[in-house]
């Protein structure tokens, strides 16, 4: 989208995930905030023994997150006000965040004590595992990640991914399936022009988005272990991650700041200004 006109890409896919690391929500329309997409991952389960946020970067605790869905009860209108969230358990089950005993029923479920929280500690971290998969920055180690300080975000506010970027992959690992979840992204925008890892180009660029959105790209998405669990009927496939080291440094997608609050949707032009 070098020299991007108004019909050069577009807005394909809008996603929330309510709570960091369980399943998340598709939306026809979204509204982009100063905090990011409104209602994305404001809440997030704490490990009540080490304090640390829960994450399925490290899955040999928490792989289990997965198997949750979490959706708001209505639709929020604002960061400050917003409404409570239902969890679908693995088992089909589910309670809102307004029940009593949902600690305990998550504990049970996860097999380890956990606290759903509402606020991000002081100085929020998760705990990461590296695959011993060459081109990562450690292989078959645990580190642990500070996090944007009071959110539960890991880098960015808005994850963005190209359809272009999903094609190459599927090129670089034809028997792997890049389908959008596995990588949990925000937007997603089919590019007209260009091929390959097209976002590499828009670091340290504005995307306009829609007649009023703006976001600042502000680097690429380093890929984790996530990108290779099972989920649903996809099934664990350490090769996702090892194309992304192989390729394209693991990164997939680019994070992005926002410039300029606005309403965004399916079908939205995106152009680089």
């Not at 991007?4 to 905030?33: C, F, H, I, Q």
């Not at 023994?49 to 970067?57: E, F, I, L, P, R």
Request: charged share 25%; aromatic share 6%.
């Amino acid at each position: 989208m070098s020299n991007a006109t108004e019909d050069e890409a577009s807005v394909v896919a809008l996603w929330r995930y309510p709570v960091k690391s369980m399943m998340g929500e598709e939306l026809n329309a979204a509204e982009v905030t100063q905090q990011g997409v409104l209602g994305d991952r404001p809440y997030a389960l704490v490990d009540a023994d080490t304090g640390k946020v829960v994450s399925a970067k490290e899955p040999r605790k928490w792989a289990k997150l997965f198997e949750f869905r979490a959706s708001f009860v209505e639709p929020p209108l604002s960061r400050e006000r917003l409404p409570h969230v239902r969890i679908t358990f693995p088992d089909g089950r589910s309670m809102t965040t307004a029940q009593p005993g949902l600690d305990e029923a998550l504990s049970d479920v996860v097999g380890r004590r956990v606290a759903f929280a509402t606020t991000a500690p002081d100085k929020p971290s998760l705990e990461e595992y590296w695959p011993d998969i060459e081109g990562l920055t450690y292989r078959e180690t645990v580190t642990d990640e500070a996090m944007p300080e009071g959110t539960f975000f890991d880098l960015g506010h808005v994850h963005v991914l190209t359809t272009a970027t999903l094609e190459r992959l599927r090129e670089l690992h034809p028997q792997g399936r890049y389908e959008v979840r596995r990588f949990r992204p925000n937007i997603v925008v089919a590019p007209t022009g260009g091929a390959g890892f097209v976002e590499n180009d828009w670091v340290d660029r504005t995307l306009a988005i829609g007649e009023k959105a703006r976001l600042r790209v502000t680097g690429p998405c380093p890929r984790c272990v996530m990108t290779t669990l099972p989920q649903g009927d996809l099934p664990k496939d350490p090769g996702i991650l090892r194309a992304a080291a192989q390729h394209n440094d693991a990164n997939v997608g680019v994070y992005a700041s926002v410039e300029q609050d606005g309403p965004i949707k399916r079908g939205d032009s995106v152009r680089l200004v």
